[in-house]
């Protein structure tokens, strides 16, 4: 029986990884300025509609795409029992990169192996909610 491929894996860690940065993109689109306009120019003709308009901007094609896949991953991880830990480990290892996945087992606690189980179902989430997996 052959070994399944995983030439996706790095990948999807990168995506994962980029997740906060693209998360703040995302949040800085959708905030809504509150400093008044001062300049002497007209707005031109219509009705200005800012709330309309931050709701539908976006990141990037792709980028939104990755932000998306991670964020449904975020939310399912959440809705399990132990979603809470789940995430301690990803935020550890993946985001804020203090520590490896045997460090961050041992913050949780929990053992590496099922660290390690939970980091990997974690990134084969991402990659199926991204449509890299069926």
């Known amino acids: 029986m052959s070994k399944p491929r995983y030439d996706w894996w790095p990948y999807v860690k990168g995506m994962i990884c980029r997740y906060p940065v693209l998360r703040e993109q995302y949040e800085d689109l959708h905030s809504q300025s509150v400093t008044a306009s001062y300049s002497g120019m007209p707005h031109g003709g219509g009705v200005g509609r800012p709330i309309e308009a931050l709701a539908i901007r976006e990141l990037p094609t792709n980028s939104q795409r990755e932000y998306e896949a991670v964020k449904q991953a975020i939310s399912s991880t959440e809705r399990y029992a132990n979603g809470r830990q789940r995430l301690a480990i990803m935020k550890m290892v993946l985001w804020d990169r203090r520590y490896t996945l045997e460090g961050a087992a041992l913050q949780v ?26």
């Open 109 to 134: 606690p929990c053992s590496w192996r099922t660290a390690a189980q939970w980091h990997g179902e974690f990134i084969k989430l991402v990659a199926k909610n991204y449509g890299l997996l069926d």
